[in-house]
């Protein structure tokens, strides 16, 4: 399944049709148990899988949209990188950015599961087709993009880089 129907799929599952996209029910929903915990400055997030059941493990004294993404980030490894016959799994997430400076450390399966629960998690919090029904507003019309990318930054409940990253990936520049 194409990543964007998976999401929709999802979202509707959840009765989720605006922003903010509760990230924590989805991933119960999907079946994970969703806990924070005390990982120390590096780890933002882990994935265990055990015994058919996946554990997301978030940073407890990280930034709240950090959380979310880290959630979500988790939740991508959950419904694409393990299977029921996958035993047990565990992926242990550092800075998601930082980590692809020294691509070397990592094997060509990580680097690409890595950037699939990235993307997975861009486009769960940000949907495109939220953020292409809120950019119609007229409220924006007189912001600077800047300013645009803040407020919708603050409605989704996202960093502002990942709103930056998530605005040039889907083209929006004018409106
Ligand atoms: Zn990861």
Redesign the pocket.
């Given at each position: 399944m194409e990543l964007s129907d998976k999401v929709n799929t999802l979202l509707q599952e959840a009765n989720v049709f605006e922003p903010p996209v509760p990230i924590k029910n989805i991933a119960v929903n999907w079946g994970a148990r969703v806990l924070p915990y005390e990982l120390g400055e590096e780890v933002s997030?882990i994935?265990v899988y055990d015994n058919y059941k996946g554990t997301i493990g978030y940073n407890s004294s990280n930034h709240r949209v950090r959380q979310r993404f880290t959630i979500a980030?988790?939740l991508?490894?959950l419904i694409y990188h393990v299977s029921d016959n996958s035993g047990k799994e565990m992926?242990v997430?550092k800075d998601?950015i930082i980590k692809f400076r020294s691509e070397k450390d990592y094997s060509p399966k990580e680097i690409r599961?890595?950037r699939e629960?990235?993307a997975f998690a861009a486009f769960i919090l940000m949907p495109k087709q939220f953020i292409f029904s809120e950019i119609k507003k007229s409220k924006y019309k007189e912001l600077s993009e800047t300013e645009v990318i803040e407020e919708f930054a603050k409605l989704f409940d996202v960093s502002i880089p990942a709103m930056t990253y998530r605005f040039a990936d889907l083209n929006i520049s004018s409106y």
């Amino acid at each position: 399944m194409e990543l964007s129907d998976k999401v929709n799929t999802l979202l509707q599952e959840a009765n989720v049709f605006e922003p903010p996209v509760p990230i924590k029910n989805i991933a119960v929903n999907w079946g994970a148990r969703v806990l924070p915990y005390e990982l120390g400055e590096e780890v933002s997030g882990i994935l265990v899988y055990d015994n058919y059941k996946g554990t997301i493990g978030y940073n407890s004294s990280n930034h709240r949209v950090r959380q979310r993404f880290t959630i979500a980030h988790e939740l991508g490894h959950l419904i694409y990188h393990v299977s029921d016959n996958s035993g047990k799994e565990m992926f242990v997430d550092k800075d998601f950015i930082i980590k692809f400076r020294s691509e070397k450390d990592y094997s060509p399966k990580e680097i690409r599961q890595e950037r699939e629960a990235n993307a997975f998690a861009a486009f769960i919090l940000m949907p495109k087709q939220f953020i292409f029904s809120e950019i119609k507003k007229s409220k924006y019309k007189e912001l600077s993009e800047t300013e645009v990318i803040e407020e919708f930054a603050k409605l989704f409940d996202v960093s502002i880089p990942a709103m930056t990253y998530r605005f040039a990936d889907l083209n929006i520049s004018s409106y």
